[in-house]
Antibody, heavy 115, light 115 residues
Framework: EVQLEESGGRLVQPGGSLRLSCAAS????????MNWVRQAPGKGLEWVSY????????YYADSVRGRFTISRDNDKNSLYLQMNSLRDEDTAVYYC????????WGQGTLVTVSS | QAVVTQPSSLSASPGASASLTCTLR?????????IYWYQQKPGSPPQYLLR?????????GSGVPSRFSGSKDASANAGILLISGLQSEDEADYYC?????????FGGGTKLTVL
């Protein structure tokens, strides 16, 4: 069974940093492109970042470019999102998704940015 | 103007059909784009439903009933998610997505009420 499990979300002050992780299982992680997608409380979906299977192509949303860094470790079947200079508007549930279009989603991890 | 626009809400009766639209900004021709559709119920992550570009380029998500189908309305510059034989369990938020200029773009979502 395909499983994606996000972790690392917590309360952090504005300007702070956080690293999210996504542990993948039930499929050959190294064969799949991956994304991070977020959802602010009561709001819609917002794509954050994309990374190809070999990490050779990476894209970011304008809202996070220069502050967030996506990476992966295929040996550990894990996807990461390093989040720096966090703002109130980064408060959201962060999902990792599989493939270019998100055929599978994790349950999400909540990041709250507040003083 | 947003790249992708969805009506915020739609109501339909059980057993009827519902047509959810995903309209692309007027300077973006829907023809070449794959339109992806997702369903999200309260408290759960989104689930991938299907992809539609043309009758020869479409994909149903794993386990997604055939009463969910995709199409396009070129005159409206829109992708369409058609749900036939509506059931109470179809009440949910529905999101469309396209890849545009190296970014994944979600519509704002449509809340479908079945009553």
């Amino acid at each position: 069974e395909v499983q994606l499990e996000e972790s690392g979300g917590r309360l952090v002050q504005p300007g702070g940093s956080l690293r999210l992780s996504c542990a993948a299982s039930g499929f050959t992680f190294s064969n799949y492109n991956m994304n991070w997608v977020r959802q602010a409380p009561g709001k819609g979906l917002e794509w954050v970042s994309y990374i190809t299977s070999g990490s050779n192509i990476i894209y970011y949303a304008d809202s996070v470019r220069g502050r967030f860094t996506i990476s992966r470790d295929n040996d550990k079947n894990s996807l990461y999102l390093q989040m720096n200079s966090l703002r109130d508007e980064d408060t959201a549930v962060y999902y990792c998704t599989r493939t270019d279009y998100g055929d599978k989603w994790g349950q999400g991890t909540l990041v709250t940015v507040s003083s | 103007q947003a790249v992708v626009t969805q009506p915020s809400s739609l109501s339909a009766s059980p057993g009827a059909s519902a047509s959810l639209t995903c309209t692309l900004r007027s300077d973006i021709n829907v023809g070449p784009y794959r339109i992806y559709w997702y369903q999200q119920k309260p408290g759960s992550p989104p689930q991938y439903l299907l992809r539609y570009k043309s009758d020869s380029d479409k994909q149903q998500g794993s386990g997604v009933p055939s009463r969910f189908s995709g199409s396009k309305d070129a005159s409206a510059n829109a992708g369409i998610l058609l749900i036939s034989g509506l059931q109470s369990e179809d009440e949910a938020d529905y999101y469309c997505m396209i890849w545009h200029n190296s970014a994944s773009v979600f519509g704002g979502g449509t809340k479908l009420t079945v009553l």
